[in-house]
């Protein structure tokens, strides 16, 4: 089980006028299942992500994309 993040220069075509960071999550097809779904649980409820796409490949493998907004703190001094 592999996890990365995109760069926050990454835009997608759709997410122009708000800006996420995404996080690609990619099982291999010798990995549990369980697990995946208990670490895609993890970062949704504690790390504020929202599924956006998954993905099951011929050979079994699976690749599962996560976003979350991008929050911009504004300085009040």
Known sequence: MKEHFLRSSVERERDYV?????LVLTIGPEDSLPEARRRL??????GKWE???SRLYVG???????????????RTV
């Open 18 to 22: 708000r800006q996420y960071e995404y």
């Open 41 to 46: 649980v993890e970062h949704s409820e504690y």
């Open 51 to 53: 599924l956006e796409r």
């Open 60 to 74: 079994g493998g699976r690749r599962f994309w996560l976003r979350r907004r991008v929050t911009q703190v504004q």
